[in-house]
């Protein structure tokens, strides 16, 4: 049977992939009017954005989604005459986009969003009028761009070929779901050790970081630890909310509809999805990524995780 989170993902894949490549298609005309577009590429949107599309864009740049650029990391550009591919932000050549691998000098530049097209019409090459900087260049930033020409200088333009997005798990077939499902199923979880650092935080008090420590080593007073103690009798094991079920941690914390339930109303409340998963080892993990991008926004979930871990265990 199909895992749900990963058939979703997949299935989100599904649409960035159609976004990519059917750019004369209905959705993506409707997409262009709704949100605009921007150097042949889509907009994300402001606040209105709706929740389908905006998890689309995340898995389309790679992050805000468990796993990182899964999407971003298997797709490249193929160019032929580079008049529809991002010079900087395409994964054009080699395996990074220009943009990450040489940062600084994008960070210097003026034409960010030029095209292939544009950057080898004008001359990438010494004393080609590609290249427009803020400012002069430093010695070490010459030394860089020396080294970027270098990698551009085996590149040729095919003026009468398309560019072209490619699928690069079935370069013949294209994107399947299948294989995007295979790619997320296999994909290796995060260790234990990844997991442990989540539960320490500055802002939080100690005892609240002890609380989500034993909960990862399943070291709490659940009725079911307290069996295997020999403290209570198997007939007084059922989940304190009276659902019937065994008195779990990862029932009370995950899968309860009374305890278990907190989660969904956090996500509504901070405007993510996501999925509880099997196991707490993986939920703090996607919980405190399910936002990406910077330090503090990892670190506001990591508290909020922690906070919702204790209260919780409260109710309890």
Not at 187 to 202: M, N
Not at 289 to 298: C, Q, V, Y
Request: proline share 2%; aromatic share 14%; with cysteine.
């Amino acid at each position: 049977m199909w895992k749900l989170k990963e058939f979703n993902l997949a299935l989100l894949g599904k649409w960035c992939w159609r976004m990519l490549v059917d750019r004369g298609g209905f959705w993506f005309r409707v997409l262009v009017a709704r949100y605009g577009e921007e150097a042949e590429r889509l907009e994300v949107g402001g606040r209105s954005v709706s929740f389908w599309w905006r998890e689309i864009a995340k898995i389309r740049d790679g992050n805000g989604v468990e796993g990182g650029g899964w999407f971003d990391e298997r797709v490249a550009r193929r160019v032929g005459n580079g008049s529809n591919t991002l010079f900087c932000y395409d994964r054009w050549i080699r395996d990074v986009p220009l943009f990450r691998r040489f940062d600084r000098l994008f960070g210097l530049a003026l034409n960010k969003l030029s095209t292939v097209s544009d950057m080898f019409t004008r001359g990438w090459e010494v004393g080609g009028d590609a290249w427009r900087w803020r400012r002069p260049l430093w010695g070490w930033e010459e030394e860089m761009l020396g080294e970027c020409r270098l990698l551009l200088n085996t590149f040729v333009v095919h003026t009468d070929v398309f560019d072209r997005w490619q699928w690069l798990p079935n370069i013949g077939g294209g994107y399947t779901m299948c294989d995007a499902y295979q790619i997320l199923t296999f994909q290796v979880a995060p260790s234990i050790t990844v997991t442990d650092e989540l539960v320490w935080h500055k802002h939080i008090p100690l005892k609240v970081s002890i609380l989500a420590w034993r909960l990862l080593r399943d070291r709490l007073p659940t009725k079911t630890n307290l069996l295997r103690h020999v403290i209570v009798h198997s007939e007084a094991i059922r989940c304190a909310a009276g659902c019937g079920l065994d008195e779990t941690a990862h029932h009370l914390f995950l899968h309860c509809e009374f305890f278990g339930g907190l989660w969904q109303h956090i996500r509504n409340w901070v405007g993510i999805s996501g999925v509880d998963l099997f196991t707490i080892h993986d939920h703090f993990y996607q919980f405190t990524n399910s936002i990406g991008g910077s330090t503090k926004r990892r670190s506001f979930m990591q508290m909020l995780c922690l906070l919702c871990v204790h209260s919780l265990e409260r109710k309890k």
